[in-house]
């Protein structure tokens, strides 16, 4: 699917560029051909006033127009290749001047009747000439030459153009495809990361899906067995659908982070006071299982942003440090203020997390011990879920490992808005 998907965006990118570009060539070849018929119907015109001068010296007469044309830009000598010619009122050639360099003129004297026909005064291609005339006193001057030249100044305008174009084509293929490739990359990614996602989710229900199927399987073949004597099963199905509950919630979060439609109810919180209240109810667990339970909390340390969601976010990470803690069992938990913003630390006992471990731990489904956080109940949700309410909240969230152990950290600016 991103294959043609790219596919698709490169031919978008190709059929904008190269319509673009071929409107332009276009433009450009139709400019250069004006001119270039312009710039022929000038040059002929001077011709024929240079043959009407000549031909009115010839006859003893002032010249009607000016005795040299004006240099039109061309190196060659404006008076070669051209054909000249005087017809009286009948048709008749009165005078002519071959300065076509051909002995054999009949081809030039073959279209005249069809030239004196033509009601246009200049034309660029009739049956292979390209000629202008002149009616004055009951006569036709006329000046003629092959349209050669003509012809092949316009196949190679378009053999450039068509040059140009294939180039560009290929420069903007490579283009698009580079571009195609580096803007499908995000596409890439969270297509990548949905598919891990649905295989992760699906591999996580099926475990207690098949354990409740089991349970009920036993409880129907033992059916004339008592309440109490099943009590086991009906147990084990009530934790693992409790487990799948507490699942389908967090990929329901999850769903909702992804949709932007968490809603938040910001207001004016100190922070120092919502985690006291969250390591109280720590505290008997704390005591439950041996450790060392400390912390160092700033006074005052007001910011603007959800209750519930900061609730969650600290009950994450101290539920995490709790189960992962290791060697002297000990979590310490701190709440400051600096340079304006607040953040609060839980940092616990234990082996060091490794680098390339440490930039997966907010990854959705990552768990870095899969057998043992299975054990301990996790689904490895916790941490991605943080991430995401810190995300939503403009907060940030990271991680911090060193010998004594990992310190996980949650930096606030409190500048969210209503």
């Not at 100190?270 to 912390?295: M, P």
């Not at 006074?299 to 994450?316: G, H, T, W, Y």
């Not at 054990?375 to 939503?392: E, F, N």
């Amino acid at each position: 699917m991103l294959k043609k998907l790219q596919r698709k965006f490169m031919l978008i990118i190709l059929a904008c560029v190269m319509s673009v570009i071929f409107t332009v060539l276009m433009i450009f070849i139709f400019i250069n051909i004006n001119q270039y018929r312009n710039s022929t119907r000038d040059i002929m015109k001077s011709e024929l006033y240079f043959f009407i001068n000549e031909f009115s010296d010839s006859q003893g007469e002032e010249p009607r127009f000016f005795k040299n044309p004006p240099e039109m830009g061309f190196e060659k000598d404006i008076h070669e290749g051209y054909y000249y010619v005087c017809l009286d009122k009948n048709g008749n050639i009165k005078q002519k001047l071959n300065n076509t360099g051909e002995n054999d003129t009949l081809k030039y004297e073959s279209i005249l009747r069809t030239i004196q026909k033509d009601e246009s005064v200049f034309s660029a291609n009739l049956e292979g000439f390209r000629y202008f005339k002149l009616d004055m006193n009951e006569e036709t001057y006329l000046v003629l030459s092959t349209n050669t030249e003509d012809t092949n100044y316009f196949l190679r305008l378009f053999v450039l153009s068509f040059v140009i174009f294939f180039l560009s084509f290929a420069a903007f293929f490579a283009i698009s495809l580079y571009l195609s490739g580096f803007v499908l990359k995000p596409v890439k990614k969270a297509w990548e990361e949905q598919e891990r996602f649905v295989a992760d989710a699906s591999h996580e229900l099926r475990t207690p899906i098949s354990i409740l199927l089991a349970n009920m399987n036993i409880l129907k073949e033992n059916k004339e067995d008592t309440v109490k004597g099943q009590f086991k099963w009906i147990e084990s199905s009530t934790t693992e659908a409790l487990r799948m509950q507490r699942l389908v919630e967090s990929l329901l979060l999850l769903a909702k982070s992804d949709n932007q439609s968490l809603v938040f109810k910001l207001e004016d919180l100190d922070l120092t006071k919502l985690v006291e209240e969250r390591v109280l109810s720590f505290e008997a667990l704390a005591f439950e299982k041996k450790i060392d339970f400390s912390y160092e909390l700033e006074e005052k340390c007001i910011l603007r942003s959800d209750a519930e969601s900061l609730k969650q976010i600290l009950n994450i990470l101290i539920d995490n440090a709790f189960k992962y803690c290791e060697g002297d069992k000990r979590v310490f938990i701190k709440v400051s203020k600096k340079s304006g913003n607040i953040s609060f630390e839980v940092e616990s006992s234990g082996t060091p997390i490794p680098e390339d471990v440490a930039g997966k731990l907010f990854d959705r489904f990552y768990r870095a011990d899969k057998e043992r956080s299975r054990d301990k109940g996790g689904y490895g949700l916790g941490l991605a879920i943080a991430y995401t309410l810190c995300r939503q909240l403009d907060a940030r969230i990271g991680v911090r490992t060193s010998e004594a152990g990992n310190t996980f950290w949650v930096e606030l600016s409190g500048n969210k808005k209503a």
